[in-house]
């Protein structure tokens, strides 16, 4: 494995006019798939000890944002990656189809309300980039109004990331062919088919629009503090492993601090642990009855 | 291993005026901690592919309500037990200490809040019976105020089961001397010494006005449609085999009914998924450069 040159790898210059197209979505370095799943379990072990010292420190927050097309496989790094941190301290956010309430407010109203709080991971599972994607391929609202959004979307980050939240925004990058792959896989899953629906295929006639407006994204909100990182995804095990190395060395790099304790930790252990409290609390053990008392 | 006894074993039977000590936290049958870890895996997986389901059925939800004395383990469960399921679909509520605007409305306005939605597992990690509890030991409200919310509480489990949430409590039942073996290991783990205060040994004082206290909740509040359990938990394998058991247990007494597709998968299949249709994608997918090109 590479170590932690992913993060280099997949990064999507700032300034620069990287399009979707200039990465490989079937790209898998030199990995097996074998070694790849025993470097995510290693790389799972460590988030997890990261998010508790993270939530101990309750100083900065993460947010990691996913975006893709249809079954570029969202859901499946919501359980593979993030599914192992322990859910108190990190939460999972839908952003589905506004609700009247929502739309009823500015776009940025709900993203505002499930930003994580300190000491807090939030994992974003689609994000306020739909408001300049879905709602621009479709022109859901005038040209005037998504066109200033990066702008607002720049800003919001900006403060976000002043005030201590580290982001990090993911698209899950698969070919066309491999969606329709996924989808025939879906057709077979009686877990999953339930939920097809025609537009899932119509949808795809709009692949190219999607792209252009993935492409202005990349180009107008991909600053230093809010980086974007196209991860190839035709492999599901790729995309998780290099996911899971970008959220570590993430974390890692935030030289997060556990704070001290505030009581003097001997005179606790001279006072509660002593042999002879011990002694006594272990003869009090035994008074119990046993478990088949209760029937 | 014994199979879905643990649901008769563990329940507190209805009616009856049980108690605590009538349980044995050391209780561990005759397992072994070897064959009860490779028994929680395998009811991990049952529980996840259950929680899919539910969520797929969206009409049903679950409520598991942890309370435990302090290292009773309710993180461990959380982190261990339900850190399994996928986090979309599965979610953890932590009450603490009310804040200020909790405290200026009803007791059971924050509870309200956070119950699951249709679909939903929700998690409460301590819950509304700490309004019975904490609230009584110490009293913070006068006893004319917390003896009232017994018959509250029925109304409130009896309303949301009646609506589709099914509800479990456990009682992560540990020894006196359990608890302080835990604080001393506590002491030992610079990951979690920090949040070591005087008041929890202070606390040991009242350990058996907690126990009192819970002996009511019991004979009070165990209706058949929202049961208590008291789990042993000085054993933490123990503790999770038992829970994660009868978690799986209840979702397959739930019958639960994955929808069937709105669309003729046939016609999808024919429509989308022809032979002819895969060659043209196939090639369209040759185009895309490789992945240094972005460089």
């Avoid at 590479?2 to 790898?9: I, M, N």
């Avoid at 947010?63 to 249809?70: E, K, N, P, S, W």
């Avoid at 599901?236 to 899971?244: E, G, L, M, Q, T």
């Avoid at 509660?272 to 009855?289: C, I, T």
Wanted: with cysteine; charged share 35%.
């Amino acid at each position: 494995m590479t170590g932690k040159h992913y993060v280099e790898d997949f990064r999507v210059p700032p300034g620069s006019h990287t399009r979707l197209s200039d990465f490989d979505p079937d790209f898998k370095g030199r990995h097996s798939k074998e070694k790849a799943l025993a470097k995510i379990d290693a790389l799972r072990e460590k988030m997890d000890d990261l998010q508790q010292k993270l939530f101990a420190e309750r100083k900065r927050s993460l947010l990691v944002c996913l975006q893709a097309l249809d079954a570029g496989g969202k859901d499946g790094v919501v359980k593979h990656v993030i599914g192992s941190m322990n859910p108190d301290g990190c939460r999972v956010a839908n952003f589905k189809e506004p609700t009247q309430e929502e739309l009823a407010h500015d776009f940025l109203w709900r993203i505002e309300a499930q930003m994580p709080k300190r000491g807090e991971i939030a994992i974003f599972n689609r994000s306020h980039y739909e408001d300049v994607l879905v709602v621009r391929v479709h022109n859901l609202v005038p040209k005037a109004v998504w066109s200033q959004r990066y702008g607002q979307i720049n800003d919001f980050e900006r403060r976000h990331a002043a005030n201590g939240t580290v982001i990090l925004k993911f698209f899950l990058h698969i070919s066309k062919d491999e969606q329709l792959k996924r989808f025939e896989q879906r057709l077979d899953d009686p877990a999953k088919r339930w939920k097809i629906s025609e537009s899932d295929y119509t949808e795809r006639e709009y692949w190219d629009d999607y792209e252009r407006a993935y492409d202005d994204v990349l180009a107008k909100c991909n600053a230093e503090q809010a980086p974007w990182f196209v991860i190839p995804a035709n492999h599901k095990w790729f995309r998780d492993v290099a996911i899971s190395e970008i959220i570590v060395a993430t974390l890692e790099s935030m030289n997060i601090q556990v704070p001290k304790p505030t009581v003097d930790l001997e005179e606790i252990r001279r006072k509660y642990h002593s042999a002879l409290d011990e002694d006594k609390h272990a003869k009090a053990g035994h008074r119990r009855r046993g478990h088949a008392a209760h029937r």
